[in-house]
């Protein structure tokens, strides 16, 4: 099994990583003193194949176990979704010595953790990602949150799990477009902080899509390793060495509140903002024409998007002001210098925004 540390002193937890070990979080879990009630929050699709082992696996070492169940999609990670969970707590009788299990993707991780912080005053809670996309990010780091209508993540906190418990067999019931959406945060590890795990990904990226298990082992132990270390250099984003990680987010996270999240799954929106950060940077000369098409070829070859149908620009625009990174009125991108160097931009000129925005929407294709 694959243990890496995210090292935050008090807030330090594991992130463990193996084939086949969900059957046994019930024996690992017992020695974290988290308390003996449990309640697993899952959503339907996760929950049909994977509570009942969970459950069992809990029961067997004395847990008692509740399950509450969200429906499935980003809609769903709100407020109102979160109320209904506190009712459920409530009614399940879940007090301070109680523990929250998220079995489930992004939403369910990022809807668990916020109602785990606020849910009287904070309670533990464990993460078991189910999704590739959880897996190598989502999962780590303790941001936890729900939408807004005006903004993707406006409401939230930095609250860290207890434990990540990840296993690789659960990906083999993953939707394809799920995986393949999952494909823009791992190549955005290369680009950000790896340039020979990008070369890697060029090599490899069919065998990555087939799930060829010793590739998939690395990629997602590289992924959550170089994680890991920026959460532990900076938790809350307040040095700007964590925020590197928003690479394409940008643009992404206002494409997904355009489109009310019924359009784009998040890596695919995330792909398109990458996109768009590539040639932003390009244009302003300080990343070559050869780093712009590695990066969207490596996209393509992924199977994700890299332009967007239907969407005005000028709309995308308007969704930047409210993004979370605007400052003093200034949006800041993180920007490629080169494949895996990036630095934080907040004098982007307006002017290419639009012309970029403009390019990626022109005659495009999904």
């Not at 990583?17 to 017992?30: A, P, R, S, W």
């Not at 069992?56 to 004395?62: A, I, P, R, T, Y």
């Not at 999704?131 to 190598?136: E, G, I, P, T």
């Amino acid at each position: 099994m694959e243990e890496i540390k995210v090292d935050l002193g008090e807030r330090s937890y594991k992130i463990l990583v193996d084939n086949g070990n969900l059957k046994d979080i019930g024996k690992v879990l017992k020695d974290y003193h988290l308390g003996k009630k449990a309640t697993i929050i899952t959503n339907p699709l996760v929950g049909n194949l994977y509570q009942d082992m969970v459950k069992d696996s809990l029961v067997k070492e004395g847990f008692e176990v509740a399950i509450a169940r969200v429906p499935d999609g980003e809609e769903y990670k709100s407020l109102e979704w979160a109320s209904k969970l506190y009712d459920e707590l409530l009614e399940h009788k879940r007090d301070r010595y109680s523990f929250i299990l998220a079995l489930g993707g992004g939403v369910i991780g990022d809807l668990a953790g916020f109602v785990a912080s606020t849910y009287m005053r904070g309670i533990p809670f464990v993460q078991v990602p189910t999704s590739l996309l959880a897996q190598v990010d989502a999962s780590i780091g303790g941001k936890v949150a729900v939408n807004h209508p005006l903004g993707k993540n406006l409401v939230g906190s930095f609250y860290q799990p207890k434990l990540v418990y990840t296993d690789l067999a659960v990906l083999k019931t993953l939707a394809r477009r799920e995986l393949i959406a999952a494909l823009a945060e791992v190549i955005k590890y290369g680009i950000i902080k790896d340039r020979e795990f990008f070369g890697y990904l060029e090599k490899n990226i069919d065998e990555v899509k087939t799930l060829r298990q010793d590739v998939l082992k690395k990629i997602v132990a590289i992924c959550t390793r170089i994680k890991s270390e920026l959460v532990s250099l900076d938790e809350r984003e307040e040095k700007g060495i964590r925020s590197i990680i928003n690479y394409g987010h940008t643009i992404g996270h206002a494409l997904e509140v355009l489109t009310k999240y019924k359009i784009y799954r998040h890596g695919e929106a995330v792909s398109i903002g990458m996109v768009a950060a590539a040639k932003i940077a390009q244009r302003m000369e300080i990343l070559n024409k050869e780093g712009e098409r590695r990066q969207v070829e490596l996209l393509e070859r992924a199977g994700l998007p890299t332009k967007v149908k239907d969407v005005d620009p000028l709309g995308i625009i308007k969704a930047l002001s409210r993004d979370k990174k605007v400052q003093e009125g200034r949006i800041r991108f993180i920007l490629a210098t080169e494949i895996g160097k990036v630095e934080t931009r907040d004098d982007v000129p307006p002017e290419i925004i639009k012309e970029v925005l403009q390019e990626i929407t022109e005659n495009s294709e999904r």
